[in-house]
């Protein structure tokens, strides 16, 4: 405690100084160290002096104090009362009041202190900001398989958060304009804790505005935006799958004072009837008749670009399964693609023509003739 430096040195003063010097001495230096005031490889040295010389002047500007610190030195005021104490019981809430309940001042006063601190930031002042992003909004559109092959540009509707046309923004009715927040007499933030180890914390009476409306705006409640449809275009890149989330800078709701969020396009891929997709991999499903499956061919396969050709290789099983290569979904942001897989399947007619059926008639005498040669187990189903 004793290290501390005398209160009459820290203000530059004389002990025999009347209230008048002292004041007049503590407003010189609290202007010359404020640390809004200062460059920024400074600031840290111009808090410390700050403090140093705003206790000196809490205690030397009060009689009782002053005189207890005359008598005992720091030690004197260190017992009786921490720092905390003397500024709760003034009810001192900020530097700015602090300075106008000494100075006077205030709006219309002239320029005093406050509008010298307007919006000045002291102690905790990183962990005090205020939100002035407007609020972010998520929409979904869907889109075909095909869509998300080639990429696609969709138009799509929403609604968002714009500055009010009426009061432009400031929530109050027309005529009559916000005022000053009683509670953080316009700063945005109240002080908590001790006068040294102060917390600062966005004001919850103006939530950070540093002023209130009292006759609010009829459109919009006073919140300042109103509801508005919005259509824009949203491009939407090739290969995209299900769930992506697209942001569109600053196309969020806007903010009466900041700038607006954005909005978020989360993509949903609607199932296809002929393509299951995994990944950057597409599957389908081909049935082939029995012939081809046995004597082989070419079949025409789907893709989601074009008819394709592939060659069905003789004795085909009925469930195998062919790669495409590169015939898949294109990699998003990439160049190369995915495969398709294809599933033969035997095609069983529902009807056949009557000559259609005697050809089978024909082929089954022959087929269970060398089939039961070969297998007798099942020589039975065929008689
Ligand atoms: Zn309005
Ligand atoms: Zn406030």
């Known amino acids: 405690m004793s290290s501390k430096r005398d209160y009459y040195e820290v203000l530059g003063i004389e002990k025999n100084s009347d209230i008048a010097a002292i004041k007049s001495a503590y407003r010189h230096l609290a202007l010359k160290y404020h640390p809004d005031r200062v460059p920024d490889e400074k600031k840290k040295e111009a808090e410390e002096k700050f403090k140093e010389i ?33 500024f709760r019981q003034a009810d001192f809430s900020d530097f700015s009041d602090i300075l106008n309940n000494i100075f006077g001042g205030g709006p219309g006063r002239g320029g005093g202190f406050s509008s010298f601190f307007s919006g000045g930031r002291f102690g905790a002042r990183e962990s005090a900001h205020r939100q002035t992003t407007g609020r972010d909004v998520e929409i979904r559109v869907s889109i075909t398989l095909e869509d998300a092959y080639g990429g696609c540009e969709k138009e799509v509707t929403y609604t968002r958060g714009v500055k009010c046309s009426s009061c432009d923004g400031s929530g109050a009715k027309a005529g009559t304009k916000p005022v000053r927040c009683p509670l953080c007499k316009g700063r945005g933030v109240i002080t908590e804790g001790s006068f040294i180890f102060s917390v600062e914390r966005i004001c919850p009476e103006c939530g950070g505005r540093g002023t209130v409306i009292k006759y609010k705006c009829g459109v919009c409640a006073g919140h300042g935006l109103e509801k508005k449809n919005e259509k824009i275009k949203v491009k939407i890149p090739r290969g995209v799958i299900s769930g992506t989330s697209l942001r569109v800078r600053n ?40 012939p081809v499956a046995v004597l082989g061919g070419k079949i025409s396969v789907p893709t989601l670009e074009k008819d394709i050709q592939m060659k069905i290789p003789p004795s085909c099983k009925d469930g195998q399964v062919f790669r ?49 040669e070969k297998k007798p187990f099942y020589k039975k189903i065929f008689e």
């Not at 969020?261 to 950057?280: C, D, K, M, T, W």
């Not at 023509?353 to 050809?359: I, L, Q």
């Open 324 to 372: 495409l290569k590169g015939y898949g979904m294109p990699r998003l942001n990439a160049s190369y693609s995915g495969d398709l897989f294809v599933k033969i399947g035997i095609f069983i007619p529902s009807k056949i023509s009557s000559k259609e059926k005697a050809f089978l008639e024909e082929y089954l005498k022959q087929f269970s003739a060398s089939f039961g």
């Open 54 to 86: 705003s206790e000196a002047y809490a205690v030397l500007s009060d009689p009782q104090k002053r005189a207890n610190y005359d008598k005992f030195g720091h030690a004197g005021i260190d017992q009786q009362y921490s720092y905390e104490d003397i």
């Open 251 to 290: 196309k969020g709701y806007e903010s009466p004072e900041g700038i607006p969020g954005n909005l978020y396009v989360v993509v949903q891929v609607e199932p296809h009837s002929a393509f299951e997709r995994i990944e950057n991999d597409l599957s389908t499903h081909i049935d082939i008749p029995y």
